[in-house]
Antibody, heavy 122, light 103 residues
Framework: QVQLVESGGGLVKPGGSLRLSCAAS????????MSWIRQAPGKGLEWVSY????????YYADSVKGRFTISRDNAKNSLYLQMNSLRAEDTAVYYC???????????????WGQGTLVTVSS | VIWMTQSPSLLSASTGDRVTISCRMS??????LAWYQQKPGKAPELLIY???TLQSGVPSRFSGSGSGTDFTLTISCLQSEDFATYYC?????FGQGTKVEIK
């Protein structure tokens, strides 16, 4: 069955960096768009970024543009999120999710990992 | 920018009740809307996509309707396992969430 396992979260100081990973199994990873979505403690869901199946198309939320970089390695069935210049407001559980794109105007997230907690604090 | 308004934010109901959650868009989005359920400490799960298509494995008491700007998630007969928070989503925007709690 589909499995997405995030890792790499932890405590980091403001201005620091962290790299999250998401290991995928149970489906043909190279066929799927993938996304990162986050959830601050006690808050709602916020989409962060998505990457096309080949890696050629990438989008970011304005809140992370210029600081975060999404990437993937299809040979390793893995998705990554490099987070630089971290701020307190980046504190959240970060989920990776497989993403279904519909007619280039809509997309949704059909499978989610369990999430990894990133805490930005001095 | 498309704005999304999900309501109510809190819904108190009893087992067996029929409940509806609304998601209203600031401009038409055809049927490009999804609904998710999230239980405490767990990842969200996809319930419905394309406004009304039930994800595989989701009980038939869940249904979605609407197109354009107004969408609804309906739970026809609330079960104990349905007490959770529900989110609508269009592209990179999620609704604010609706917590369904026990009355």
């Amino acid at each position: 069955q589909v499995q997405l396992v995030e890792s790499g979260g932890g405590l980091v100081k403001p201005g620091g960096s962290l790299r999250l990973s998401c290991a995928a199994s149970g489906f043909t990873f190279s066929d799927y768009y993938m996304s990162w979505i986050r959830q601050a403690p006690g808050k709602g869901l916020e989409w962060v970024s998505y990457i096309s199946s080949s890696g050629s198309t990438i989008y970011y939320a304005d809140s992370v543009k210029g600081r975060f970089t999404i990437s993937r390695d299809n040979a390793k069935n893995s998705l990554y999120l490099q987070m630089n210049s971290l701020r307190a407001e980046d504190t959240a559980v970060y989920y990776c999710a497989s993403t279904v794109v519909v007619a280039a105007t809509g997309y949704y997230f059909d499978y989610w990992g369990q999430g990894t907690l990133v805490t930005v604090s001095s | 920018v498309i704005w999304m308004t999900q309501s109510p934010s809190l819904l108190s109901a009893s087992t067996g009740d029929r409940v509806t959650i609304s998601c209203r868009m600031s401009q038409g989005i055809s049927s490009y809307l999804a609904w998710y359920q999230q239980k405490p400490g767990k990842a969200p799960e996809l319930l419905i996509y394309a406004a009304s298509t039930l994800q595989s494995g989701v009980p038939s008491r869940f249904s979605g309707s609407g197109s354009g700007t107004d969408f609804t998630l309906t739970i026809s007969c609330l079960q104990s396992e349905d007490f959770a928070t529900y989110y609508c989503q269009h592209r990179g925007t999620f609704g604010q969430g609706t917590k369904v709690e026990i009355k």
